[in-house]
């Protein structure tokens, strides 16, 4: 090829933008998914599906909850008024309650006769006696200064049956009304709730909604003075995923100085760092695209890991580079460190192999997107960088500085038996330092702040919603089966409440009776006849007109012959939140919620649960469950993956000597990272563990190269320099991640920087290049 | 609304009547009064499910500065007493039921105006209603419109008609439906024999009365 300098870097040129534009494109075509439950492994428990079906898209995960604060109550009173207006009509929420509609107008006009099925009647609610007595109260209520809110109720509800069933659907501990609307004990809060109709780990349709919503309350407080503050596992993502984005860009923007920098001052060149980045692009882009292509949806983890992860083929073009000199051709030069770049990239692209047979998809997407992305940086590494690279002016093994650090290092020791004396010390600081080993909880997995939580506590305690760690369930065929299943449960909860084992328990059907229960409420209704020689003779002592209840006798005689209200027919109402929150309707199945609070005695609710066939479920143990599963899934993924690693090191190598020169640094980092961090009292979690596979794979390769250094003093000089750059850039790039707010990026920086610094003099004692043996062994 | 207004005329007290120059200020000092005090009422309840408008008779009584009690004692016996945040409603041959005043917002809406009335603190009154006096101290009314949105949801003024330092009837406008009187003290003991519903419209007019 004969290529002037200015094409090469045209061409380079060329091809980044290439990859930038094909990265716009691949950005607006794939679809990444935030959704919590690809990256889990599938559940096994009932408890498990339970709770990932409540984390994906149970309406529990759909509900923000809304506090406005900061303006008088009268102001936020009507605040939230307008603010609710103004979200009703909107088509992405799917209730919007502050407590106006609650009592009267919680149930919708159509649904009005069902209020006699709803709730229990007693056997003479419609006797003339009855009746009599309850018209003469309403003659009073007209008559008190309430009259006003009353008279219209009365002609088609002289019972005010309607305020009896409102009252019994009340949650038991609804927030306080001040002017018609929510707030908060102390009365400085008003509070809303919103359900979205996304799931609430859908990022980007929850960012949506939490943008309208405040929006829409920014131009209704205008200048008021009062602030919106908003909870719930929809906003906590929006907020985490916006906390993390906007970190992450600036650490990204410090790096992409700081590598560009640094890839000049070592290479003196302004065309180094354009080549430099050209593999991780194309690496990234490809990896992309594989996932894109082999999968539904990408998974947003599997970006963010993925990226992580593949920061080790930003090393690939360092290693070429640094072995560049005058009088040797680009091409010859990588094709003499094509086999141990290839050991090490083959042999990490093997043990990524063992995350596809993991079982779980956001594992599987990781896999896929990693060993594409390696392949692709090396194969461009390989057989593209090459004819772009100047022929080089300078050589680094020239340099004295260079030199004379190899020379310091070829005095340094070979430890042995001390290694043994370290590892030995990390295992034990391992197993023996105090706490948990493994963060099993959750919620930490996508860390919200704990301030952030206790305020949802708080504000979940004020708006009356349960605790959710405890939870009966009873299973039916359908709706209307595990609807009757749980009101059979109802006395022994009953009993429970009484001896004070529980508190107070909610089902579905307390809102929503199973349709038994309403055929059997609609024959306790008298027919019209009776109806109305009771209500003629009831009215015939008082004032009213004889006519006035015209409206009563049409309601009950509708609520005698409707069909039985089903769930479907509360959609859009407030009642839909409650029956929707506590009935979960699955396809050829459907479960029956209890929630539960203030559990006393967990042992008798759960022996009481049994008895009539449901099942007190730990929603905590659960999700704990759930966690550990994943992890021991990952970590016998990693075990096999280590096997594999060995294998393919030790077929390229052929020798068990080398073998163990090689991975020894990589397997006693791993144990000194993890010593630390257990020494420093931190609970791993998964982003601990991936950022532990980063570090080994970057063992991996500073072994392979310390190892299998070249023959000549000038290769060995060569092959420090690149080693040198390597590392530098790595522990500039994590470091910065440790210094991070987020704990997520803090776990992986932190890790990685650690592994690196433990990798890097390990490597240099244990692996680099032996001198004097391999000398011996050639004689 | 009404509640709380009538509840002023348990500050009913004779006291010099001013030659002319009426205001708001000088209507609310005739009607500051010490605790205890009471008055009778009698109240018009028209509505086209009755036959005729109900007609209620009983007292206001105010035993001390924080309770205010309305006891009907014809056609039927209620005694619903407000202290504390809470209302206790009281009839023949119930248990009495007590609920906390902020469920029902008229009557929360009326205690915060009520301590300001009582107190004869206009500065709060009139945060919540524009005042505006008209007749003479013979014969004065004073109109109240709320401001907060709340409330015009529920009343759309109130009319105190008086003479001196005599609170006779409250005018209610709800925000729906038919004006709504209650008669007090002087007016309603001449209520006491008069049937006719027009008589009583009538009456709550003070200067009719005479």
């Known amino acids: ?779 | 609304m009404r509640l709380l207004l009538t509840l002023l005329t348990g500050l009913l007290l004779t006291s010099p009547a001013l030659a002319d120059g009426i205001d708001a200020a000088w209507i609310l000092r005739q009607l500051a009064q010490p605790a205890p005090s009471q008055t009778d009422f009698v109240e018009l309840r028209g509505s086209a499910l009755l036959k005729e408008p109900l007609r209620v008779e009983g007292q206001y009584r105010r035993p001390d500065v924080g309770t205010l009690v309305r006891e009907v004692r014809a056609p039927y016996a209620e005694t619903t007493t407000i202290a504390n945040g809470q209302v206790s409603i009281a009839r023949a041959g119930k248990p009495s039921r007590v609920f906390a005043l902020q469920r029902v917002p008229e009557l929360a809406d009326l205690q915060a105006s009520f301590g300001a009335m009582l107190a004869g603190d206009l500065g709060a009154l009139e945060q919540n209603y524009r005042l505006q006096a008209s007749g003479s101290a013979q014969r004065w009314q004073l109109q109240l419109t709320p401001k907060a949105e709340a409330l015009t949801r529920r009343v759309r003024a109130v009319t105190l008609h008086g003479q001196n330092a005599e609170l006779r009837c409250i005018e209610t406008q709800p925000a729906k439906g038919d004006v709504q009187r209650t008669l007090l003290g002087g007016a309603a003991s001449a209520a006491a024999s008069v049937r006719q519903a027009a008589a009583l419209n009538g009456l709550c007019d003070a200067g009719a009365a005479r």
């Open chain 1, 1 to 779: 090829m004969k290529l002037t300098s200015a094409h090469r870097i045209g061409l380079a040129i060329v091809w980044l933008l290439l990859l930038g534009v094909l990265g716009m494109w691949i950005s607006g075509r794939i679809q990444v998914s935030g959704d919590l439950r690809k990256f889990m492994p599938d559940a096994r428990t009932p408890a498990q599906k339970l709770l990932l079906d409540e984390l994906g898209e149970g309406p529990g995960a759909r509900l923000l909850l809304v506090a406005l604060s900061g303006a008088t109550p009268e102001q936020l009173a009507q605040q939230s008024r307008a603010l609710r207006e103004a979200l009703a009509v909107d088509k992405q929420f799917e209730l919007v309650a502050n407590g106006e509609q609650a009592g009267l107008e919680a149930f919708p006009e159509r649904l009005l006769p069902y209020r006699y099925l709803i709730d229990a009647l007693p056997a003479d609610a419609f006797s003339s006696t009855n009746l009599g007595e309850e018209l003469q109260a309403r003659l009073q209520d007209l008559g008190s200064p309430a009259g006003g809110l009353i008279e219209p109720l009365l002609p088609s509800d002289p019972t005010l049956q309607v305020l009896r069933v409102a009252e019994a659907l009340q949650p038991a501990n609804a927030p306080q009304r001040i002017d018609d609307v929510w707030f908060d004990r102390g009365g400085k809060q008003a509070l809303l709730l919103v359900q979205t109709h996304a799931a609430g780990f859908d990022p980007g349709a929850q960012q949506l909604a939490v943008d309208t919503i405040n929006s829409q309350f920014a131009s209704i407080a205008a200048d008021s003075g009062s602030h919106i503050e908003l909870s719930g596992p929809g906003a906590f993502s929006v907020k985490i995923g916006n906390r993390t984005a906007s970190e992450a860009s600036m650490i990204g923007t410090l790096d992409t100085i700081g590598m560009i920098l640094l890839l000049w001052f070592a290479y003196r060149s302004w065309k180094m760092p354009i080549l430099g980045f050209l593999p991780l692009a194309s690496a990234g882009l490809a990896g992309l695209c594989a996932v894109a292509l082999g999968f539904d949806g990408v998974h947003g983890i599997t970006i963010a890991f993925g990226f992580t992860l593949i920061g080790v083929v930003q090393d690939y073009p360092i290693h070429f580079f640094s072995h560049q000199r005058p009088g040797r051709s680009a091409w010859d030069n990588v094709r003499a460190l094509w086999p141990t770049l290839g050991t090490g990239v083959i042999a990490t692209c093997i043990a990524y192999l063992t995350f596809l047979f993991s079982g779980v998809d956001g594992l599987k997407q990781l896999s896929v997107f990693t060993i594409t992305a390696l392949a692709t940086a090396a194969l461009a590494t390989r057989y593209l960088l090459p004819g772009l690279i100047d022929p080089a002016t300078r050589d680094f093994a020239d340099s004295a500085r260079l030199a004379r650090l190899w020379q310091h290092t070829q005095r340094l020791p070979r430890p042995r038996w001390s290694l043994a004396a370290l590892a030995a010390l990390a295992v034990a600081v391992m197993l023996l330092a105090p706490g948990a080993f493994w963060q099993n909880d959750l919620g930490r997995l996508t860390p919200v702040d704990p301030q952030d939580l206790l305020r949802d506590a708080q504000l979940r305690s004020e708006l009356g919603a349960p605790d959710v760690r405890y939870l009966i369930t009873v299973r039916g065929k359908d709706a209307q089966a595990a609807l009757a299943a749980s009101e059979r449960l109802r006395s022994a909860l009953d009993a429970l409440v009484v001896n004070g084992e529980l508190e107070r328990y909610d089902m579905a059907a307390r809102y929503l009776p199973s349709a038994a229960t309403q055929h059997l409420r609609q024959q306790q209704l008298p027919d019209e006849p009776a109806l109305r020689a009771a209500l003629a003779i009831a009215v015939a002592g008082t004032p009213f007109v004889d006519d006035a209840f015209e409206p009563f006798v049409n309601d009950v005689m509708q609520a005698r012959s409707a069909p039985a209200l089903q769930p479907a027919d509360l959609q859009g109402t407030p009642l839909a939140t409650a029956v929707d929150g506590l009935l979960v309707q699955g396809e050829d199945h459907a479960i029956a919620l209890v929630s539960l609070s203030g559990l006393n005695d967990v042992a008798a609710v759960a022996s009481t649960a049994r008895l009539h066939g449901a099942e007190l479920l730990d929603m905590k143990q659960a999700s704990e469950s759930l966690v550990a599963d994943y992890r021991s899934r990952v970590l016998v993924a990693l075990a096999v993956a280590v096997l594999l690693l060995a294998l393919t090191v030790g077929l390229a190598l052929r020798s068990p000597r080398r073998v163990l020169r090689v991975l020894l640094p990589m397997i006693l980092t791993t144990l000194l990272v993890l010593a630390v961090l257990r020494g420093l009292g931190v609970e791993l979690n998964l982003f601990h563990l991936i950022g532990l596979i980063l570090a080994a794979g970057l063992g991996l390769d500073y072994g392979l190269f310390f190892e299998h250094a070249g023959d000549s003093h000038a290769d060995q000089l060569r092959t420090l320099h690149g080693l040198l750059v390597c590392s530098v850039m790595t522990l500039l790039v994590f470091s910065l991640l440790g210094l991070s707010s987020i704990p997520v990026l803090r776990a992986i920086g932190s890790t990685v920087a650690l592994g690196v610094v433990c990798n890097f003099v390990l490597a240099l004692l244990i692996s680099r290049h032996p001198t004097q043996e391999v000398s011996n062994a050639g004689a």
